[in-house]
């Protein structure tokens, strides 16, 4: 049997129930149409040109992106904007894109159940409103330098950001995937000692030390780009178990865009 998109958006809803995308997010299909054949699928975290541009290369009908195409809502679809320059380099290379967003973040086995158990934590549960979250102890209590330092060896990172004092002793974990500072108020909520997102900001920061609870920003790539081999994995998994015989191909070339430099610090003033 050779699937159509349409399989394939169903099988992607039984590992990563669409039920479970929140509110403002816009998983599933992007572009394409239900009733073409699938049989070949490229994987990546975001919808680029350059990640179509490799599903073409590799003959793959379809591109899966952790973030979706279409979030905010457009006006024109022109080359010389993003989103635009996306929708028109698919639609010339005959690649359908369906993205696995909020969904993958907060289902059973997705990636913040992935994040959890890289980090070793324990006891996880889903706090309450926070579906994308999760909540966890960690093995054993330990200084909070310590927990960002063992943060960077296992999401292979060269630097964390850190909100709290660095001997600070962390036992309990609120644990979000990519930009998840709109959850604050559960954290604090919930008793957690630290909590581990990305994208965190100045004002977010001062939220959290009156709220006496620590933060490390590692950053929305850097929790996030495990998407790609965890969509991949899942997939392969579900298709063997269905004999479909599709090509899977991830896209491993994406970066993080930002670049971590330290500069020796100089007495006086630099002209």
């Not at 959290?208 to 790539?221: K, V």
């Not at 997939?235 to 020796?264: M, V």
Request: charged share 20%; aromatic share 8%; proline share 4%.
């Amino acid at each position: 049997m050779v699937p159509s998109l349409s399989h394939i958006l169903e099988l992607a809803d039984r590992l990563f129930p669409f039920s479970n995308t929140e509110p403002w997010d816009n998983s599933g299909v992007q572009i394409g149409d239900l009733s073409r054949s699938i049989t070949a699928i490229a994987f990546s975290l975001d919808p680029s040109v350059k990640a179509v541009g490799f599903a073409a290369e590799n003959k793959c009908d379809l591109l899966v992106t952790h973030h979706p195409v279409l979030l905010n809502p457009i006006k024109r679809v022109v080359a010389s904007e993003l989103t635009g320059r996306v929708i028109l380099s698919a639609a010339k290379a005959n690649v359908d894109i369906i993205s696995l967003h909020t969904n993958l973040d907060s289902a059973q086995g997705g990636l913040n159940d992935f994040l959890s158990q890289l980090l070793g934590l324990s006891e996880v549960q889903v706090p309450l409103n926070a579906p994308s979250a999760r909540f966890g102890k960690l093995f054993k209590p330990e200084a909070l330098s310590e927990l960002a330092q063992r943060m960077c060896q296992k999401l292979a990172l060269d630097a964390v950001r850190i909100v709290g004092p660095l001997d600070k002793m962390v036992n309990s974990v609120f644990l979000v995937s990519g930009s998840g500072m709109g959850y604050l108020e559960q954290a604090t909520l919930s008793k957690a000692d630290v909590m581990v997102t990305g994208d965190i900001r100045y004002h977010g920061a001062i939220d959290a030390q009156f709220s006496q609870i620590s933060l490390i920003d590692a950053g929305h790539f850097g929790l996030e780009k495990f998407a790609i081999r965890l969509m991949r994995d899942k997939f392969e998994d579900e298709i063997s178990k269905l004999g479909w015989n599709i090509d899977l191909c991830p896209y491993t070339e994406e970066e993080n865009p930002f670049t971590d430099i330290c500069f020796e610090r100089l007495g006086g003033m630099i002209n």
